[in-house]
């Protein structure tokens, strides 16, 4: 099992910057694939970027590519979300998932594991 706990959310203005992180405790960090999602009230979870198990495949919803990268550091137990040229749509509750020796599905179905989720919010 394992547990998802996100940081580094809050408020910028549009253009700026953020780094989420997402740490996990458990064992076996390196077997899972890591997916970051969003939502805002009255919408559905929406994909943002994914990373394979191995690290080999990353995966971007088309509203964030080019500005967001995703990564992984295995000796942290840690995944990372690096979100340049923000706009004001990207404001949601950010939340990392898990899914065990995955290959980084885009659906909130395809995950075990989730976090509390983290508040991103962009001013104009």
């Known amino acids: 099992q394992v547990q998802l706990v996100e940081s580094g959310g809050g408020l910028v203005q549009a253009g700026g910057s953020l780094r989420l992180s997402c740490a996990a405790s458990g064992r076996s960090f390196s077997s899972y694939a890591l997916g970051w999602f969003r939502q805002v009230p009255g919408k559905e979870r929406e994909f943002v970027a994914a990373?394979?198990?191995?690290?080999?495949?990353?995966y971007y919803a088309d509203s964030v590519k080019g500005r967001f990268t995703i990564s992984r550091d295995n000796a942290k137990n840690t995944v990372y979300l690096r979100m340049n040229n923000l706009k004001s749509e990207d404001t949601a509750v950010y939340y990392c998932a898990a899914d065990y020796y995955g290959l980084g599905s885009q659906l909130p179905l395809g995950y075990d594991y989730w976090g509390q989720g983290t508040q991103v919010t962009v001013s104009s």
């Open positions: 990373i394979s198990w191995s690290g080999g495949g990353t």
